[in-house]
């Protein structure tokens, strides 16, 4: 059974950076994608950034430009930098693993078949 360990999350103020990981407990090349997802109270979980197998990476338009994904695979490790953090990025962050996305469908949480346990990011002042 895959298991993936989110860590980082916390209290931030506006403007503030941090940065999250994901550990996944087999070797991250197995999965076509990767990806970080959001779910604020009363919300569906929605995309943050996902990256493939060979780096490519994807942002939700509210993110680009602010966070950055990246992939380890010598640590079986996926990275999320967030910066320039406001209010709304408040939620819970999921990261997902997913053996079957494509470039196009990563985005999409319904191609994930595995999931960590979520790590709160609050952004207050």
């Known amino acids: 059974q895959v298991q993936l360990v989110e860590s980082g999350g916390g209290l931030v103020h506006p403007g503030g950076s941090l940065s999250v990981s994901c550990a996944a407990s087999?070797?991250?090349?197995?999965?076509?994608?990767m990806g970080w997802f959001r779910q604020a109270r009363g919300e569906t979980r929605t995309l943050v950034a996902a990256i493939s197998k060979d780096e490519n990476p994807v942002y939700a338009w509210s993110v680009k430009g602010r966070f950055t994904i990246s992939r380890d695979s010598a640590k079986n490790t996926v990275f999320l930098r967030l910066d320039n953090l406001g209010p709304e990025d408040t939620a819970v962050y999921y990261c997902g693993a997913s053996t079957g996305a494509s470039l196009v469908s990563m985005a999409n949480p319904g191609e994930y078949e595995y999931w960590g346990q979520g790590t709160q990011v609050t952004v207050s002042s």
């Open positions: 087999q070797n991250i090349d197995s999965f076509n994608a």
